[in-house]
């Protein structure tokens, strides 16, 4: 572990900074405390993440070192926090309460009133969760876990914009599906609901399961068309 003073000067102004980087993990703020027995550490003020390409932002973090009760190290972030990432493939953002990093295990957890926007090519939807577990493949996004009360899942195409909410979200970058438990879609012009739905991100098409009282059950909203109808003539 190494620890880097940043000082400068503007006028009378003094500003410091601490950097801190353990393994690839970057992170500096305005101020750090450590205890140099535990090496635990805690940095607050403009605090900043950097790792596998993701920044993330806040105003509070703590830092936990793999340890004998602590088989890995582990990151805390709290306050304002925002999240971004930006590759060749795709591009991400999000803002949550808090987040529960472990790099080891390339897993971010982000927590309390999450808001999170994934765009890959003309893809682009949004999931809001109390929970969203984000799993990685050497820095890259590989599933998406939501869970919630309920989580909402809404994606744009074209004109149509579907909305979606369930007891669990479960998405996979591979394949571009989505596994949605205990959900409900709705698109405007129908609504769609089983215990458990595949819905492909890409494409937009959908399969349903279930069985007893859980069967699929599909609505066809004809108060919408009808009133698509109206504005055809009216124009």
């Given amino acids: 572990m190494v620890f880097v003073l940043i000082s400068c000067c503007v006028g009378n102004l003094k500003i410091s900074a601490f950097a801190e980087k353990i393994g690839e993990v970057e992170i500096d703020a305005d101020s750090l405390s450590t205890n140099f027995v535990t090496s635990e550490s805690k940095l607050e003020g403009n605090v900043i993440l950097r790792h596998q390409g993701m920044i993330l932002r806040c105003g509070l973090a703590e830092i936990f070192p793999a340890s004998e009760t602590n088989q890995e190290p582990r990151y805390i972030l ?21 987040a529960i990093y472990l790099p ?8 309390k009133n999450v808001n999170f926007q994934y765009k890959q090519a003309e893809q682009l939807f949004t999931i809001e969760s109390e929970n969203l577990q984000v799993n990685l493949n050497n820095g890259a996004v590989e599933n998406l876990v939501s869970t919630g009360a309920p989580s909402k899942f809404t994606q744009t195409f074209g004109s149509k914009t579907v909305v979606i909410e369930a007891a669990s979200i479960d998405w996979f970058a591979a394949t571009q599906v989505a596994i949605l438990k205990e959900a409900s879609l709705d698109d405007g012009a129908t609504t769609f609901s089983a215990s458990e739905i595949e819905y492909n991100t890409a494409t937009g098409a959908i399969s349903a399961q279930g069985r007893g009282e859980n069967r699929p059950k599909y609505r066809f909203n004809s108060d919408v068309t009808d009133k698509q109808e109206d504005k055809k003539n009216d124009t």
Avoid: K, V
Avoid at 88 to 98: D, K, R, T
Avoid at 104 to 111: N, R, V
């Fill in 78 to 98: 709290r306050e304002q926090l925002a999240l971004a990432q930006d590759t060749q493939l795709y591009s991400l953002s999000a803002q949550a309460g808090e």
């Fill in 104 to 111: 080891t295990q390339d897993e971010l957890t982000l927590q």
